[in-house]
């Protein structure tokens, strides 16, 4: 279980930018978005969301925050706190730093990724309790899960087609194809929306690239037009699947 719960903090960030193309000269307002994750129907999680516009030295950018915690009642057996964020411009969709922080029971973890823009490399640190890994890897056509996010969710995309973007959490490496596979009605607390429903397929990258098995079959539905909005993600796992609902979308004060 633990690791689907890394993965769908991941997932959130991945898949949740919910916002309008930035263009040149075009601000986007805060904005606040809040899930509910589920267990089997059992409510288990609360996850947030906030984008928010940041004048980067002499450029327009954005920083993006995603959380998520498990309720009162898991934390009685298993206790999860995570929050994941992305600097990047506006202009060009490009990162600049990523960081992802969490808790499980009394175990930290924390992994940073920094962009250096103009080498095309990007150095990384994970930290779990004593253990320290450093890594410097060549970064052009690549991107943390938060920008590989924001590109795909303002993409123009119609059934049949898939998307595909090489993704660096700061430890790993990854290929995620997400394939558009047909239209749908979903109903989440926020409401009935019309929907697209997308498959994603990750693909650990390494000397033998392979699919990630311990993710197992995994669906998404986004509003049709872009910016597209995260509405549900399902994920199986050994018993049943967990299941993260939008509950509502507001801008921030």
């Known amino acids: 279980m633990n690791h689907h719960w ?4 991941v997932w959130l960030t991945f898949a949740s930018f919910s916002s309008a193309p930035v263009q040149a000269g075009q601000a986007l307002g805060p904005q606040h978005f809040e899930y509910r994750i589920a267990w089997n129907g059992l409510p288990a999680a609360h996850a947030t969301v906030e984008v928010n516009p940041e004048q980067l030295a002499t450029d327009p950018g954005y920083v993006v925050t995603a959380t ?3 309720n009162a009642l898991v934390d009685l057996f298993w206790r999860f706190r995570g929050q994941a964020r992305t600097t990047f411009l506006a202009v060009g969709t490009v990162p600049l730093r990523f960081s992802y922080e969490r808790r499980t029971n009394d175990t930290p973890e924390v992994t940073w990724i920094d962009f250096d823009l103009g080498a095309d490399r990007a150095q990384s ?3 779990k309790r004593t253990r320290r890994k450093e890594f410097d890897v060549a970064a052009a056509n690549v991107v943390d899960p938060i920008t590989a996010a924001f590109r795909a969710m303002t993409s123009d995309v ?3 087609q898939e998307l595909s973007y090489r993704v660096f959490t700061g430890e790993s490496h990854y290929q995620v194809n997400l394939k558009v596979v047909g239209p749908d009605i979903v109903d989440v607390p926020a409401g009935r929306f019309d929907a ?4 994603p397929e990750i693909i650990k990258l390494g000397d033998e690239p392979r699919r990630d ?14 910016a597209r909005t995260l509405l549900r993600i ?3 796992v050994f018993i ?3 299941t993260l609902d939008l509950v509502c979308s507001e801008p921030s004060v």
């Open 125 to 127: 640190v994970y930290i």
């Open 240 to 242: 049943g699947a967990v």
């Open 6 to 9: 890394r993965w769908l903090v």
């Open 158 to 160: 119609e059934l049949g």
């Open 234 to 236: 399902r994920s199986e």
């Open 196 to 199: 697209l429903k997308i498959e």
């Open 68 to 70: 998520a915690s498990t």
């Open 213 to 226: 098995k311990r993710l197992r079959r995994a669906t998404i539905w986004v509003t049709p037009a872009p």
